[in-house]
């Protein structure tokens, strides 16, 4: 495999094992001779192969499991809001008590497997109608963002301890709640600033399951969360830097902090793509970023203009959202095509 340093010459330093094994690499390590005849043949059968019964039989196992945790929090939760009145408080304090108890007892015998972690992700979403049946019985008076505050240091014990990424991201979501409402209750600031704030708190997180995951954390290899943290850090940028667009002649500081921001992520993701491994659904994500920028800047332009109809500013800023996915389309297929062929 090619393994150039610089951007021009349009090669991928990459592990060889984090690519694919298309049939078109396993013939150019056939052709080097790293890949016996047999092995070869052995190879391509595995790599066009379609999942048996026992990977389909683990994917439905897993969608079924996700689903019905799913299923039975919002059991849980409508039940409490349907029978509010009717329970008295040691009632319901019990009864989520017990959920929560069954649920760690389960984690612990079924160790640290998928149904473990879903069993503790289970638990730790049940302390949070705890602590709500807590405040509503004895009226604590506490403000919402401690609620979700609170939530988050109870379950960080359980968080650590599973080493599951979506019990991270949940923790990362009451985290960001419990700002927005902190936000909404104390701070008195410009709602721009909560939005940079939300995109740096997601924007450490995602590096850092980056950064873990290359130094060979095993349960951060999946590409889904990071790609989920990816929009959680750059979505809250694009919001403020779409207001930029659409009246350029009223930036502020922080809307111009904004765009600087997402138009640093999206060169940082290019380079990650060249040089760390292929992404792209990162370089998706920038493009649509790119085109929703473009638009509403195109659209600013054509409908502020004094001699032009609205019909032809309308007709303009459609051919201009066509041209724009036209390119991103050509763009991104040429990205996909580089990368194969400057891979094994």
């Known amino acids: 495999?090619?393994?150039?340093?610089?951007?021009?010459?349009?090669?991928?330093p990459l592990d060889p094992l984090d690519l694919a094994a298309t049939p078109e690499r396993l013939h150019a390590l056939a052709s080097a001779g790293?890949?016996?005849p047999a092995a070869l043949e052995q190879a391509s059968r595995r790599a066009v192969a379609t999942p048996g019964p026992a990977a389909w039989r683990?994917?439905?196992?897993?969608?079924?499991l996700g689903f019905g945790s799913l299923l039975v929090l919002s059991g849980v939760i409508y039940f409490f809001a349907f029978n509010w009145q009717a329970l008295h408080r040691f009632g319901k304090l019990g009864l989520v008590l017990a959920a929560i108890t069954g649920a760690c007892i389960a984690a612990w015998r079924l160790g640290e497997g998928l149904a473990g972690q879903f069993a503790l992700l289970f638990a730790a979403v049940l302390v949070g109608p705890l602590l709500a049946v807590y405040g509503q019985a004895y009226q604590t008076g506490a403000d919402p963002y401690g609620l979700f505050l609170g939530w988050g240091?109870?379950?960080l014990p359980w968080v650590v301890l599973?080493?599951?990424?979506?019990?991270?991201l949940w923790l990362l979501l009451l985290v960001d709640t419990a700002l927005v409402l902190y936000w909404d209750q104390v701070v008195d600031w410009e709602g721009t600033w909560l939005l940079l704030t939300l995109a740096g708190i997601n924007g450490v997180a995602w590096v850092a399951h980056e950064v873990l995951a290359r130094r060979g954390v095993a349960w951060l290899e999946g590409r889904w969360s990071p790609r989920v943290l990816a929009m959680m850090t750059m979505l809250p940028l694009l919001g403020p830097a779409v207001?930029?667009?659409?009246?350029?002649?009223?930036?502020?500081p922080e809307e111009l902090l904004a765009l600087g921001s997402l138009v640093g992520i999206m060169g940082a993701v290019y380079l990650f793509h060249r040089r760390v491994r292929p992404e792209l659904f990162l370089l998706t994500l920038c493009a649509l970023s790119a085109v929703a920028l473009i638009s509403?800047?195109?659209?600013?332009?054509?409908?502020?203009?004094?001699?032009l109809d609205s019909m032809i500013a309308f007709f303009g800023l459609g051919l201009l959202v066509i041209a724009q996915v036209g390119i991103a389309v050509w763009w991104l297929r040429a990205e996909a095509r580089d990368v194969e062929e400057t891979s094994p």
Do not use: C, Y
Request: glycine share 8%; net charge positive.
């Open 58 to 64: 683990r994917f439905l196992s897993t969608v079924l």
């Open 34 to 36: 790293v890949l016996s």
């Open 296 to 307: 509403t800047f195109g659209g600013h332009l054509l409908f502020d203009a004094d001699f």
């Open 243 to 252: 207001m930029l667009a659409a009246s350029p002649e009223k930036a502020d």
């Open 1 to 12: 495999m090619k393994r150039g340093t610089a951007l021009g010459s349009r090669a991928v």
């Open 153 to 155: 240091v109870l379950i």
């Open 162 to 168: 599973a080493r599951f990424s979506p019990l991270w």
